[in-house]
């Protein structure tokens, strides 16, 4: 059956008001995406490639490919409820073991290919999963830390070679030897919205990264903020694409799976670090007309002289999150544009996309984060209380649980940690915001001390953790400092142990060390020496006299 999400109504009050969640009963996020479209041979997805190659998958191609990988991970032993990780940048494997696992009725577990060991090798345990499917960059990482996984009993590299063919006891073979030979037929195993389908790792202020699960429904919850973002033009000869990292909610929620529901293309391409000529060039040879961009690559793009002169461009909008979009942001893709909307979206891995703009409804009000998307009962609480503040008074954003898909169902193997985000029927964000006269929400801060890094979370504790691991270091504090390109840096004040002084050898020798250990974009940009570090008269660091 071909069911969608729509918007009939002409106003967003209608909307808000007669919006229902009506899924299917035998819903199967796969069967949703790639194997209901009745017009299956329509392109699905164009990838191309650094070295000049390109590709095209229908959706049919995209559902017999991954009814293949769907019966090699039955052949390895893969049953309802087991993990299969995916470390795949965006390449046709990363997508098609997402959609093998939901057919059978696994749980896909996203992760950065830009992980360090120490990253990779929580992930794998918390999560105990069985298969990781890892691109051959991927390679020595995986590796290092399978010894340490002992619930992992399968290894499949995409584009590689990989020697040996056994980590201990964890087998290793290529992703194509794997799936080579079997069956594009699979009956996809009965399930409904509320059935695991993927837990995505989010940091935290304290503590380890945390194991968000959701379920098979939470792509259709999706869908209702993808066709406002993007101005209600979701069918037609509409083309998507992201620079970001389909690891994260952000691009396969925000773009991905939702253009699929709707049956409309998505561009692959394994960027690596975004460069911005490289994305217009993209764009203008796959005509997008909708992506997804994060403000630290707007910002990267407002840097290139007349764009639409030198791209021959078909954008109409752009939708970005993660942090608050400027004005001169919107001004910039009005005048260098022609005109391409830029929209605000607000989410979180827990709950994504409650908040949006949508011109087509409603005036943008730069700086605003714009309103609740039908669908999500969004408010703006007394994180003590639960009651709904006042007009302009400061709370903090709570979405009401409900039968709402995008809430997530809890915290892998955490219980404590879910029931701290909940509050009777509310989950809170743990993001401070006030709602103005007509319904419009404006962010003020995080309630705690979480970075954000060119659209990427980080945790203070983490950094500061893998920094502790040198020999030099006596005592470190990280946080957070304004950056125009990024929106901010990290940066590590660092006390050095006795007998070491600082120095540039041992600023490089901390970044190495926290890329190695944990990602590429957690390493402190911004490393200061200091004798002490201020600390309270308990002995916790001050972390406001650090920036």
Known sequence: MAWHVTFDEDSYDKARESFEWDLPTDFNAATDLVGKHPDGDRPALFQAYPDGRREAYTFDDLDRRSNAVANALESMGVDRGDRVAIAVPQKPANVLTHLACWKRGAVSLPLSVLFGDDALRYRLQDSEARVAVVDAAQWETINAVAPDCPALEHVLVVDGDPEPTRIGETTVQ???????????????????????AIVMYTSGSTGEPKGVLHTHDLWVGHCPAFSMYFERDVRGDSVYWTPADWAWIGALGDLVFPAWHYGRPVVGYPMGSFDPETALELAAEFDVTNAFVPPTAIRMLMEVDDPTEQYDLSLEAICSGGEPLTREILEWADAELEGTVINELYGQTEANLLVTNCRDWFPAKPGSMGKPVPGHDVAVIDPDSGDPVDTGEVGEIAVRRGDDPVIFEEYWNAPEKTAAVTLGEWH??????????????????????????????????????????????????????????RGEIIKAVVQPAAGETGSDGLRTEIRTLVRERLAEYEYPRAIEFVDELPTTTTGKIRRTELV
């Open 428 to 485: 809170r964000t743990g993001d401070l915001a006030k709602r103005d006269e007509d319904g419009s929400l404006w962010f003020v801060s995080r309630d705690d001390d979480l970075i954000i890094t060119s659209g990427y979370r980080v945790a203070p504790r983490e950094v500061e953790e893998a920094i502790l691991e040198h020999d030099a270091v006596e005592q470190v504090g990280v946080v957070g400092v304004p950056d125009e390109t």
């Open 174 to 196: 290529t992703f194509e030897a794997a799936v080579e030979g079997r069956s594009s037929e699979y009956e996809t195993v009965a399930t409904d919205a509320d059935t695991p």
